[in-house]
C-alpha cells in the first residue's frame, strides 16, 4: 500500500490546483478524478460557455458590423460549429492540466475515490480497486446543479448548464429558471442567436447579489436585446412534453403562462458530499450538506480537509484554487494566511459584462458606513465610444471617514477584465484620492475607475 503525503479526490479548480502546488512544496501527490482533470469549470462551465459567449459577441458584432464601416453579407449563427469550437477549447485546456501535473510530479489516477477512516481512500477504477493510504486526505469533489423538484428529473426538455451547452439545434424558444451567473449568460447566448428567451427570478430582481443600479442596467439592456424578464416570479405549475414545457409563473400579483421548446434550471448548485464515506469517519456536514471546515480547511477529523464547492464558501473557481492553495501551504508549514472573503471577485460574462468585489451601496449602509460614491458612465469614456460599447458604469463606493473602497460594482466592456485593479487597491486599503492619483493609460476603459474616484472626490474630469 503506497504512502502519499496528500491525496485529493477531485481535480477541478478546487483539487488540481491544491495538487500542484503541493507537489511545488515538495509533498507526495496524488489527485483522484472520476471523470475530467479541471471538474466542471474547465470542461462543462467556465472555460466552455466563455468560448460559446465570445461566439456570441462576434456574431452581435458582426451584425452591426456596417456601424464601423465594415460590409459583410450572411451572417448567420452555426451552432454546432460554435459548440466545436466550445468543446475543443476546453479539451485543449484540459490537455494542460495532464501536462502540468507530469512537469510537477503530481501523480493521478483516474477513478473514484471513497473515503475510509485512518486516512485511506478506496478507488474505485474501471480495472479495479486499491486502497492507498496518506498523510492528509482534502475533499474537493466539487458541485452539481440543483434540482427543481416540480421538474422531472431526466427529461431531454428539461436542462441544465450541461446540457444548455451542446444543444445540437437551436431552440426556437427557451424559459431559463434562475437569474443568476448561469442564466443570464445563457440568456444572453440564446438571444444572441435569435432564440425567444424568458428569464425568470424569484428574487425581486436580477443577478440579485449585485448593486441593485447593476441589476436595472442589466434588466434594461436584456430588455432592448428582447429578452423576456420576470422578476419576483415562481414557477407554480410546469407541463412537461415530448415537444415542450408549458409554466405557470405568478408574478408580482398576476398569472402568466409560458410556453418554451426547452426549460434551463439553474437555481444555485448543491456539495457533492454523498456517498463519499463522511459518516463513517464522523466528518461534520451542514444540513444543506457542506462540509464544515476551520480557516486552514481542516474538517472536524484529524487529517482531513476540504475545499471549494463542498464548503458552504462561495461557488467559484477562483475561490476552490486559493482555497486549495492555502490548504496545503498550511499542511506544509509554510507561513500563510487566511483567505479574506470580503475582497473576492465576481464576474459574469454575459454583455454587457458585470464584475464586483467588496459591498454593495445597500450592505455598506447597512453595515453602519457613512459612505460616499463615485460613478463614471461608459457614455462620457472615449475609448467606449471607439469601441462602439459606451453602456454600463464603473461604482465605487467608498467609506467617508477615511476613504477607503469598500465595493465596487462594474457593468460594462471589459469590466472582468478590469476588476482585478480593484481587488489589489482593495487589499492594499487604498483610498478614492489614492486611484484618482494613480495615473491610468489614456485612452483606456480603465481610466472610468480614475474618473469615478475623481466622482467619489467632487471633481470628476469628463462629467
Ligand atoms: P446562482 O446562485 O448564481 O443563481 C441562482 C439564481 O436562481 C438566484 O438568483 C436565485 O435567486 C434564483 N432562484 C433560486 N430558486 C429559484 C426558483 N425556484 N425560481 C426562480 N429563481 C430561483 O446559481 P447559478 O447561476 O445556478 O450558478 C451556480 C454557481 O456557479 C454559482 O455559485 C455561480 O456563482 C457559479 N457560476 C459562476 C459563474 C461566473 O463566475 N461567471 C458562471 C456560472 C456559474
Excluded at 124 to 143: F, S, W, Y
Aim: charged share 25%.
Amino acid at each position: 500500500m503506497a504512502e502519499y503525503d496528500v491525496i485529493i479526490v477531485g481535480a477541478g479548480p478546487g483539487g488540481y490546483v491544491a495538487g500542484i502546488r503541493a507537489a511545488q512544496l515538495g509533498l507526495k501527490t496524488l489527485v483522484v478524478e472520476k471523470a475530467h482533470l479541471g471538474g466542471i469549470c474547465l470542461n462543462w462551465g467556465c472555460i466552455p460557455t466563455k468560448a460559446l459567449l465570445k461566439s456570441a459577441s462576434l456574431l452581435e458584432e458582426m451584425r452591426q458590423a456596417e456601424s464601423y464601416g465594415i460590409q459583410v453579407e450572411g451572417v448567420r449563427p452555426d451552432l454546432p460549429a460554435m459548440i466545436r469550437r466550445s468543446r475543443e477549447v476546453a479539451q485543449h485546456m484540459n490537455r494542460g492540466i495532464a501536462y502540468l501535473f507530469k512537469k510537477n510530479k503530481v501523480e493521478w489516477v483516474e477513478g473514484e475515490g471513497y473515503l475510509l477512516p485512518g486516512r485511506r481512500v478506496r478507488i474505485q477504477m474501471k480495472d479495479g480497486q486499491e486502497e492507498i493510504a496518506a498523510k492528509h486526505i482534502i475533499i474537493a469533489t466539487g458541485a452539481r446543479p440543483r434540482h427543481l423538484p416540480i421538474f422531472p428529473k431526466e427529461h431531454e426538455r428539461v436542462l441544465t448548464y450541461k446540457e444548455a451547452l451542446v444543444l445540437d439545434q437551436l431552440p426556437q424558444s427557451i424559459a431559463i429558471i434562475g437569474a443568476g451567473a448561469i442564466g443570464v449568460e445563457f440568456a444572453y447566448f440564446y438571444r444572441a442567436l435569435g432564440s425567444e428567451v424568458t428569464l425568470i427570478e424569484a428574487m425581486p430582481r436580477i443577478v440579485p447579489l449585485e448593486d441593485e443600479e447593476v441589476s436595472k442596467e442589466l434588466e434594461r439592456a436584456f430588455r432592448r436585446s428582447g429578452i423576456r424578464v420576470l422578476a419576483d416570479a415562481r414557477v407554480e405549475e410546469a407541463q412537461v412534453g415530448n415537444s415542450g414545457i408549458a409554466l405557470k409563473v405568478h408574478t408580482k400579483g398576476k398569472e402568466e403562462k409560458i410556453e418554451a421548446e426547452y426549460v434551463l434550471v439553474a437555481v444555485g448548485v448543491q456539495p457533492n458530499t454523498e456517498n463519499l464515506g463522511l459518516e463513517a469517519i464522523g466528518i461534520q456536514r451542514s444540513e444543506r450538506g457542506h462540509i464544515q471546515v476551520n480557516e486552514w480547511y481542516q474538517t472536524n477529523v484529524e487529517g482531513y480537509y476540504a475545499i471549494g464547492d463542498v464548503l458552504a464558501t462561495p461557488a467559484l473557481a477562483h475561490v476552490a484554487s486559493h482555497e486549495g492553495i492555502i490548504c496545503v501551504e498550511k499542511i506544509a508549514g509554510e507561513e500563510v494566511r487566511p483567505m479574506d472573503y470580503r475582497r473576492v471577485p465576481a464576474c459574469t460574462y454575459c454583455q454587457p459584462e458585470i464584475a464586483s468585489v467588496g459591498l454593495t451601496e445597500a450592505a455598506a449602509r447597512q453595515q453602519g458606513y457613512d459612505v460616499r460614491v463615485g460613478k463614471f458612465p461608459f457614455t462620457a469614456s472615449g475609448k467606449a465610444r471607439a469601441e462602439g460599447h459606451p453602456q454600463g458604469f464603473v461604482k465605487l463606493v467608498f467609506d467617508k471617514k477615511y476613504g477607503e473602497l469598500l465595493g465596487v460594482h462594474m457593468i460594462g466592456p471589459h469590466v472582468t477584465e478590469m476588476v482585478a485593479e480593484l481587488v489589489v487597491a482593495m487589499n492594499l486599503e487604498t483610498t478614492e484620492a489614492e486611484i484618482f492619483q494613480s495615473v491610468h493609460p489614456h485612452p483606456t476603459l480603465s481610466e472610468a475607475i480614475m474618473e469615478a474616484a475623481g466622482s467619489a472626490l467632487g471633481h470628476p474630469i469628463h462629467i
